[in-house]
C-alpha cells in the first residue's frame, strides 16, 4: 500500500492539488494510505498573549479538522485510508519523524504559494526559492508617499 504525506493551508487550493492523482477509473481503485497535515495560520501576538497554550492547541485542531474534513472524505470515499494531523514544529522534521513511523511514503506539499513569503521547507531535499516579491515596507511607504504628493 502506497503511503501519501500531504501538507495543507488551504482547503480548495489543497482539493485542486490532491484530486487530479486520484485514479479516474473506479474499476480499479487502488487503496493508499494517506496522511493530511494541518498547516494552521500562526496567531498575531495579541491574540496568543490572551489564550492559553491549551486553547492555542485546540484551535490548531479544530482548524486542521474543519480544513482537511472535506478532502478526507473524498479519499475515504475511494477505498483509502486516511489520518488527520495538525503540523508543529520544522516541518522537515516532522515529515523524517513520520517516514520513520510508516517507511517510504510520497510528500505532496500542497500548500498555497504566497506573495512574499518563503514557506519552510516539508523535506531537506526541497529546493528552496527565495520570493524577489518582498518589498521593505518604508519602500512602500515612500513610494505611496511620492505618488500622492505628484497628484
Not at 41 to 64: F, M, S, Y
Not at 120 to 125: G, M, R
Amino acid at each position: 500500500m502506497e503511503t501519501f504525506i500531504v501538507y495543507i493551508d488551504d482547503k480548495q487550493y489543497a482539493l485542486q492539488q490532491v484530486i487530479p492523482m486520484l485514479p479516474a477509473s473506479e474499476q480499479t481503485p487502488q487503496a493508499a494510505n494517506w496522511i493530511l497535515i494541518g498547516c494552521p495560520p500562526r496567531l498575531n501576538r495579541h491574540t496568543g498573549r490572551w489564550l492559553t497554550h491549551t486553547a492555542q492547541k485546540k484551535w490548531r485542531q479544530e482548524w486542521t479538522q474543519e480544513t482537511t474534513a472535506e478532502l478526507a472524505q473524498k479519499l475515504e470515499g475511494g477505498g483509502n485510508t486516511v489520518s488527520v494531523r495538525v503540523a508543529h514544529g520544522a516541518l522537515s522534521e516532522l515529515t523524517k519523524q513520520i517516514k520513520g513511523e510508516v517507511g517510504l511514503a510520497r510528500v505532496i506539499d500542497a500548500r498555497r504559494p504566497k506573495l512574499s513569503v518563503n514557506l519552510d521547507p516539508v523535506t531537506a531535499e526541497q529546493p528552496q526559492e527565495k520570493s524577489t516579491w518582498a518589498l521593505p515596507s518604508g519602500v512602500l511607504a515612500m513610494s505611496a508617499a511620492i505618488v500622492m504628493a505628484s497628484e
